[in-house]
């Protein structure tokens, strides 16, 4: 009882500090640039086939990553309809863009899909673990070939150098626990973890997933392949949401689309850490830290770049929502109860291997 009371107080104040950060840099914003950026509004005059490409490339985005979902869930021998796979991604969007807490996206696609088979629900965890696995997977490697062409180019701004070690950063650690959980599955080492180490439940549960999913390596890499269309899409709709907004340089020519696919790993993969309530915020500042020094564009123009971009992301996410109200709202869990019931799954799961 006292460790699931920690457990809700630290993500209480986990959601406090994301929504306190959220607003203060928005105030921040909007204070001290909102004029300049409803005149960039006013002055580019959005055109509506851009945004309707950016609409669109967000939705080729979760049509891959449903058959992403679905390919690893057949894996697990958990069949469900394509359309209730899809219904359950953009649940998870939903909850990923617009409430507070580290993972509530992926924690509510687990609950729901338990609702969906509770036969299964240790399986149905590892899906869902190794398309996050997966996805990161996928993220790294893009990240890997797009600094390494372009470390170049971000070294000419000091704070682009250095958000890009901070990306790198990110990267390494984030390996370096897929090759300590392989290492672990590889050489059975996973009870001889210590009791009390943090993450021990998920590395277990990693290693799990990839003595699942090694042997249907065919499937697994068909939905790495699937992976990278996700990533690129997602960069893809803020290319068109600079065209459609008219962003240019100094020189007047057009902001390049290899300018914006560079920036963009940096941007999401930071953006992604639990700071703030789905990466707003601070996704708008590493816009304005980024292009501002490299492609010298204005502040207000970069802000206003970013958060065209998260309006047509969010266009899906309020989809979203409509779902999540019309999928069996009579049996709606309350996030943190959600949270909770998915931590004492994990561990359930770490135990029994």
């Known amino acids: 009882m006292k460790t699931t009371s920690n457990q809700v107080t630290k993500k209480r104040v986990l959601t406090a500090i994301q929504v306190i950060v959220t607003a203060g840099i928005l105030f921040w914003i909007f204070h001290t640039h909102g004029a300049d950026m409803w005149m960039v509004l006013t002055q580019k005059h959005p055109k509506p086939a851009w945004l309707l490409a950016g609409f669109a490339f967000y939705g080729f985005m ?139 439940d998920k590395l277990i549960d990693m290693s799990v997933a990839y003595n699942a999913y090694a042997r249907a390596w065919p499937a697994s890499l068909v939905a790495l392949i699937a992976a990278f269309g996700v990533h690129l899409s997602t960069f893809m709709m803020f290319v068109c949401a600079a065209r459609a907004l008219g962003v240019t340089l100094p020189s007047g020519a057009p902001i390049s689309i290899g300018a914006v696919l560079t920036v963009m790993p940096i941007i999401l993969t930071i953006s992604a850490l639990p700071i703030s309530v789905g990466g707003t915020g601070v996704r708008e500042a590493l816009f304005a830290a980024l292009l501002v020094p490299l492609c010298g564009i204005a502040t207000p123009v970069a802000f206003t770049l970013s958060l065209t971009g998260f309006m047509l992301s969010a266009a899906w996410g309020v989809i979203g929502g409509i779902v999540y109200l019309l999928y069996r709202p009579s049996q709606h869990p309350k996030i943190m109860e959600a949270q909770l019931q998915v931590h004492e799954l994990e561990h359930e799961i770490a135990e029994a291997e």
């Open 62 to 200: 979760e049509l891959l990553g449903t058959v992403r979902w679905y390919i690893l869930l057949r894996v697990q021998g958990i069949k469900l309809a394509e359309w209730r796979v899809c219904a359950l991604l953009m649940l998870g969007i939903f909850f990923n863009m617009f409430m507070p807490g580290g993972t509530g996206g992926d924690v509510m696609k687990i609950v729901y899909l338990i609702k969906e088979v509770p036969e299964q629900k240790a399986k149905g965890l590892l899906a869902v673990l190794m398309d996050r696995l997966i996805g990161l997977m996928a993220l790294i490697i893009i990240s890997s070939v797009i600094i390494g062409l372009q470390y170049h180019w971000l070294r000419t701004s000091q704070t682009a150098e250095h958000l890009t070690w901070v990306l790198l950063g990110l990267l390494v650690s984030s390996l370096g626990a897929i090759v300590f959980s392989f290492a672990i599955s590889g050489f059975g080492l996973a009870h001889k973890l210590p009791k009390r180490m943090p993450m021990r």
